[in-house]
């Protein structure tokens, strides 16, 4: 049985930063993409990033490009979000997902696996 499991959300200021993890059992990441997704109340689940099974190529939203990095160690089959320089927008729950391919990486619809999330919350 797959689970995803996230942690490392919470409650930051504007400014700060926070690392997301997602850790899995039952199985080895080093053979798929992940995602990050996210969604805030009232909207829709949106893509926050994503890294391919090697960790070599990475995509990211427009709206974290530079702010946020994706990276993974596929010893610890574990894959981290760095979030700095967080703004009140950031606020949402925040997903980790697995896919086989990278093709449609961006696209919530081809990720087969999910975690229960973890809230993060920026305050102004």
């Known amino acids: 049985q797959v689970q995803l499991v996230e942690s490392g959300g919470g409650l930051a200021q504007a400014g700060a930063s926070l690392r997301l993890s997602c850790s899995a059992s039952?199985?080895?990441?080093?053979?798929?993409?992940v995602g990050w997704f996210r969604q805030a109340p009232g909207k829709e689940r949106e893509f926050v990033a994503g890294?391919?099974?090697?960790?070599?190529?990475?995509g990211y939203a427009d709206s974290v490009k530079g702010r946020f990095t994706i990276s993974r160690d596929n010893a610890k089959n574990t894959v981290y979000l760095q979030m700095n320089s967080l703004k009140p927008e950031d606020t949402a729950v925040y997903y980790c997902?697995?896919?086989?391919?990278?093709?449609?990486?961006?696209?919530?619809?081809?990720?087969?696996?999910w975690g229960q999330g973890t809230q993060v919350t920026v305050s102004s």
């Open positions: 039952g199985r080895a990441l080093s053979s798929y993409v």
């Open positions: 890294i391919s099974s090697s960790g070599i190529v990475t």
């Open positions: 997902a697995t896919k086989f391919s990278w093709a449609g990486y961006y696209s919530d619809t081809k990720y087969d696996y």
